[in-house]
């Protein structure tokens, strides 16, 4: 596609249950990054893919949360046992590299209840 | 204290009216980003600079690495400019892998 392709756009899950979300970066982009954006707060760095590279994965706020990246590809967000907090916005982005200009996704609106 | 700071946090302004919203760093830089973040939370990347000036229809951003300031303006408002404005910026100790934001700035364009 032309660019960051997110799914699911929303997602209602029960608190405890795992979520997988996935991000589908503009073809050719071997930068990918997370984000979040909790409600009425800004946006937090989570975790940063740079092709091969070991991925900086400095922002996951705890071990429930991981991130996997096969080559310059898709990528998957996966969140265990949700809590509530986990409830946000997360965002994906991708670039030719760091730093260029980095191309956002829609979002998948999270909402944990 | 933030290392990204925007100022204001509210700006309303009338249609047709130049509009500046400010951003100061406190870390060295290798680039920094101006992103929209429209009302359905979609973003869209504005500018990135490094130095210097850039300018995209009536927008136009500035940057001073030395003073560690960065200006974006727009020039003849228009009430599809209302969403809020991030400031971002890569800091050279992290070698360019994340980007660190400022609280954004919510634009409200009146007709």
């Known amino acids: 596609g032309a660019g960051v392709s997110q799914s699911p756009s929303n997602k209602v899950t029960e608190k405890g249950k795992d979520v997988e979300l996935r991000c589908d970066p503009i073809s050719g982009h071997t930068a990918l990054y997370w984000y979040r954006q909790r409600l009425g707060q800004g946006l937090e760095f989570l975790i940063y893919f740079q092709g091969n590279s070991a991925p900086d994965k400095s922002g996951l706020p705890s071990d429930r949360f991981s991130a996997e990246r096969t080559g310059e590809s898709v990528s998957t967000l996966t969140i265990q046992r949700t809590q509530q907090e986990d409830s946000a916005v997360y965002l994906c982005?991708?670039?030719?590299?760091?730093?260029?200009?980095?191309?956002f996704g829609q979002g998948t609106r999270l909402t944990v209840v | 204290k933030n290392e990204v700071e925007q100022s204001p946090q509210n700006l309303t302004a009338q249609e047709g009216e130049f509009i500046t919203i400010n951003c100061s760093y406190s870390v060295g830089i290798s680039a920094l980003h101006w992103l929209q973040q429209h009302p359905g939370g979609g973003i869209v990347s504005l500018f990135m600079?490094?130095?210097g000036k850039k300018k995209h229809g009536r927008l136009i951003a500035t940057i001073n690495i030395q003073e560690k300031h960065s200006s974006l303006h727009i020039t003849a408002s228009h009430p599809r400019d209302s969403a809020v404005y991030i400031c971002?910026?890569?800091?050279?100790?992290?070698?360019?892998?994340?980007?660190?934001f400022g609280e954004g700035t919510q634009l409200t364009v009146n007709p």
């Open positions: 600079l490094s130095s």
């Open positions: 971002a910026v890569r800091s050279v100790e992290t070698s360019g892998s994340r980007l660190t």
């Open positions: 982005a991708s670039s030719l590299g760091s730093p260029t200009e980095a191309f």
